[in-house]
């Protein structure tokens, strides 16, 4: 059974920082790219970044390119997005996603959703 469990959400000031966890178990996490997908209120759910297999190639959306990094760690079964320079329009739900894809993937190609957990930046 595969559990994707994300972990960091909370509030935090605009300009702050904030580290967000996602630990995955049941699948052979170094043959899974992973990614984080985020939803605003009253939006669409939209792509934040992804990561392959190896950890050694990573992509972002251009709203989070030069703020946001990915990371993941193999041996630890963990995926990690590193949020600085946090603006009010970040504020969303952050999904942690799995896909067999091996290198960069979209919503469509997910295999494994986490339940979520949500950032809010405000003052």
């Known amino acids: 059974q595969v559990q994707v469990v994300e972990s960091g959400g909370g509030l935090v000031q605009p300009g702050g920082s904030l580290r967000l966890s996602c630990t995955a178990s049941g699948l052979m996490f170094s043959r899974y790219g992973m990614g984080w997908f985020r939803q605003a209120p009253g939006k669409e759910r939209e792509y934040v970044g992804t990561?392959?297999?190896?950890?050694?190639?990573?992509f972002y959306a251009n709203s989070v390119k030069g703020r946001f990094t990915i990371s993941k760690d193999n041996a630890k079964n963990t995926l990690y997005l590193q949020m600085n320079s946090l603006r009010p329009e970040d504020t969303a739900i952050y999904y942690c996603?799995?896909?067999?894809?091996?290198?960069?993937?979209?919503?469509?190609?997910?295999?494994?959703w986490g339940q979520g957990t949500l950032v809010t930046v405000s003052s």
């Open positions: 990561i392959g297999w190896s950890g050694g190639q990573m």
């Open positions: 996603a799995a896909s067999r894809e091996r290198y960069t993937f979209q919503g469509s190609d997910v295999d494994y």
